[in-house]
């Protein structure tokens, strides 16, 4: 061991120093006077009087509460939009109509309070009777589905993200006119033969299991045959395109009749659109 006298070395001197020359911070006069109170009462604490915290006590949040608190909230937002973003539904556009429509096995009339609920994407509705069927999704589509028609119900078009929906149809006639809340969306309608990408307009798709013919009466629509996908064809308003599984493809004015059709729905469904 060292001697305790033996001489400071040159690095321990400058340590002394360097110590020596650190300023003499004063006691707190709050503190002194607390002191001195203790004392002269005979209280000053020989330890903390506090116990310890247990573990699990305290405000310390655990880990697992700080990631599930955050991934919970995050799945309820997300839900949230989900719902939200959810187009109108379907419901029958004249309640007081005697039109009868079809959906899975049960037949519903317009005015059924129980249609709205089993309107889903993707069911299978066929109008029974001799009355066409009117749909709408408020402010943006009504479908006119005519009697005997049989198709596989598009989800009506979402509001504001995955705007696009499909319709399939095999055997019939069904007239859509698009509304103000449809813009920016798209609808596709699939048939035997063609497959019709409809982005705003009014028009009519007729089918049979071997032909389809799509009716523009204004705007434009975009169309593929299924015996040649690489090829998409515009028609514009006020043309029909004929498409056959084996014969060749006809494009030329509508037919009076259906053109006459087509303006008096247009007239008679936008200003509903355009009021829900």
């Known amino acids: 061991m060292s001697d305790t006298n033996e001489p400071l070395g040159p690095r321990e001197q400058r340590l002394v120093t360097e110590i020596s020359a650190l300023p003499d911070v004063p006691a707190r006069e709050d503190f002194r006077a607390r002191l001195r109170a203790q004392f002269v009462a005979g209280e000053i604490p020989e330890t903390s009087s506090e116990a310890p915290a247990a573990d699990g ?7 697992a509460v700080r990631v599930a608190f955050p991934l919970a909230l995050a799945a309820v937002l997300a839900g949230l939009f989900v719902v939200l973003n959810r187009g109108p539904a379907w419901h029958a556009l004249d309640p007081t ?25 993707g069911v299978h509705v066929q109008v029974e009777g001799e009355e066409p069927f009117d749909l709408a999704s408020a402010g943006t589509l009504v479908m006119q589905i005519t009697p005997g028609t049989g198709l596989l119900l598009p989800d009506p078009p979402a509001r504001w993200w995955n705007r696009s929906s499909t319709c399939t149809i095999e055997d019939g006639e069904v007239r859509i006119v698009t509304g103000p809340r449809f813009a920016g969306a798209r609808l596709h309608v699939d048939s035997p033969v063609a497959m019709v990408d409809v982005t705003g307009t009014t028009l009519a798709v007729i089918c049979t299991p071997t032909s389809t013919c799509v009716c523009v009466f204004e705007g434009e629509v975009a169309i593929m045959e299924r015996r040649d996908l690489e090829q998409v064809y515009h028609v514009p308003g006020g043309m029909r395109r004929t ?6 493809t006809y494009t030329g004015p509508i037919l009076d009749m259906e053109s006459q059709k087509l303006g008096m729905l247009r007239d008679a469904m936008l200003p509903k659109l355009i009021d829900e």
């Open 243 to 248: 498409m056959h599984e084996t014969e060749e």
């Open 97 to 121: 109509s005697v039109a009868r429509l079809r959906v899975g096995d049960q037949v519903y009339a317009a005015s059924d309070p129980a249609l709205p609920d089993v309107l889903r994407g």
């Open 57 to 63: 006590d305290g405000k310390v949040i655990p880990f």
